[in-house]
């Protein structure tokens, strides 16, 4: 169980450090209060009886001390809140290990086995095209044909395209002007942590940021 502590950092499990604020610091604002209340009763007690202080400065000056108490109280909650929002990703992506998913991905990686996938059209297409572009910068256009508004699946055959193995960039283009992302399904074999989050290492895919999955399951 994660522990927040104020003066030190918590590390989650990706390898963030949640820090927290110096000037939120729940002791330096307790005791704040502490010799606000002191001095405070120190100046009623030896004020002038015949020209008193106005009481309604005291009572300013002590809300702004509870305002302040309650942003550190927030400020903590949010650095606990953060911690475990990394942590449940973090199991969640380690959970998925063997699990098929879908990506949304701008790239793949042929090497020989079929990828599959699919993009999602939003507008009525009457030519729907994926171009897969190599390092070289050599295009090979996977014609789809007319289609509707949703989904549109889509079958990369390296084989019969005549495609070697390596990366190559996706490009959807369709004469609607919409240029929708490739969802690519694959199969998960490995979950790295990172600074910015759990990495998926995708069959035909490579590393994938956790965030990039639209879709979980599958055949």
Do not use: C, H, W
Not at 26 to 41: C, G, H, K, P, Y
Not at 91 to 117: H, N, P, Y
Not at 178 to 195: D, F, H, I, K, N
Request: glycine share 8%; charged share 20%.
């Amino acid at each position: 169980m994660n522990r927040i502590d104020n003066e030190t950092a918590s590390r989650t499990p990706a390898g963030r450090e949640v820090q927290a604020n110096p000037a939120f610091d729940l002791r330096d604002v307790a005791q704040m209060e502490n010799t606000f209340i002191t001095l405070m009763s120190a100046q009623i007690q030896n004020q002038d009886p015949t020209n008193p202080a106005d009481s309604s400065q005291y009572i300013n000056q002590y809300a702004n001390l509870a305002q302040v108490r309650s942003m550190a109280n927030l400020t903590r909650v949010a650095q606990g809140s953060l911690v475990l929002v990394d942590n449940l990703q973090t199991l969640t992506a380690a959970g998925l290990v063997g699990q098929q998913v879908k990506v949304a991905s701008d790239s793949v990686t042929l090497a020989g086995r079929v990828i599959e996938g699919e993009i999602r059209l939003t507008s009525p297409s009457g030519s729907t095209q994926l171009e897969l572009v190599s390092e070289s910068g050599r295009r090979t256009t996977l014609q789809l044909g007319p289609q509707q508004p949703g989904r549109v699946p889509v079958r990369i055959d390296p084989a019969a395209l005549g495609l070697p193995e390596g990366r190559y960039r996706l490009e959807v283009r369709t004469d609607s002007g919409e240029m929708p992302p490739v969802e690519l399904a694959g199969r998960v074999v490995q979950v790295r942590t990172s600074a910015t989050g759990p990495l998926l290492e995708v069959a035909g895919l490579g590393q994938v940021p956790f965030y990039n999955v639209v879709e979980f399951g599958g055949a």
